[in-house]
């Protein structure tokens, strides 16, 4: 870290980073079930009776996710799970039907990896990547169309994410960013869009 940045922090203290990126896989439909993933198309026009978790549905991995998922881990070298096992993460969100959620949690698809970043100054740092793995998006709440309440857009319920967490090895801010830009190219050379980061900050003793 640069005298600069060390300057900006409190005396004895370290910045330590982790961060989260939720990326959207780059298919045509959803991760279990055939809906479109179109984007800006009429509210509820593109949930399926899956999507819409009625009684009796069963979900259907798209295999195109679990290719893309696979393309993101051997792009940051790193180790592929030969059995990887989905989980139900129960919470309740007004805008997801099941009121759960399809994640995975033991045994993500993607195990440990690394992304390198070039620093400003020219040196290479090596950041872990802890894990990646697949789950589906909630859908949307709108709230300011309907005087009074709220409306529910259930287009990108089920829409696949990959959720990818890094190793808390960044220490300053612009390494966070450094990171997060070349893992929008790893991204995007496997065919996958970026939504949005996460950042976890917190600080310790240094040393």
């Known amino acids: 870290m640069a005298e600069a940045q060390k300057l900006k922090l409190i005396d004895g203290w370290e910045v330590v980073i982790g961060i989260e990126i939720h990326t959207q896989l780059a298919t045509q ?3 279990f079930s055939g809906s479109s993933t179109e984007f800006g198309q009429d509210p509820n026009t593109q949930a399926s009776l899956v999507d819409l978790a009625m009684p009796g549905v069963l979900p259907v991995l798209n295999a195109e996710v679990v290719d893309l998922a696979i393309r993101f881990g051997l792009g940051i070298d790193a ?3 030969q059995a990887s096992v989905f989980a139900r993460k129960n919470y309740f969100y007004p805008d997801s039907p099941k009121g759960y959620q399809i994640s995975q949690m033991d045994n993500p ?4 990896g690394h992304i390198d970043i070039q620093l400003e100054d020219g040196t290479v740092k090596r950041i872990g990547v802890t894990r990646a793995h697949l789950e ?3 859908g949307k709440s709108i709230h300011d169309q309907f005087e009074g309440m709220s409306g529910i857009d259930l287009n990108r319920a089920g829409t696949p994410l990959l959720e990818i967490v890094s190793e808390p090895d960044m220490r300053s801010v612009e390494e966070a960013e450094w990171l997060y830009g070349c893992g929008v190219c790893v991204c995007v050379c496997v065919c996958v869009s970026v939504a949005h980061l996460h950042l ?3 600080y310790r003793p240094s040393g």
């Not at 698809?109 to 440990?112: C, D, E, R, S």
């Open 29 to 31: 439909s959803k991760i």
């Open 79 to 81: 180790y592929i799970d």
């Open 136 to 138: 589906e998006d909630a």
């Open 200 to 202: 976890l900050c917190y």
């Open 109 to 112: 698809i993607v195990g440990l």
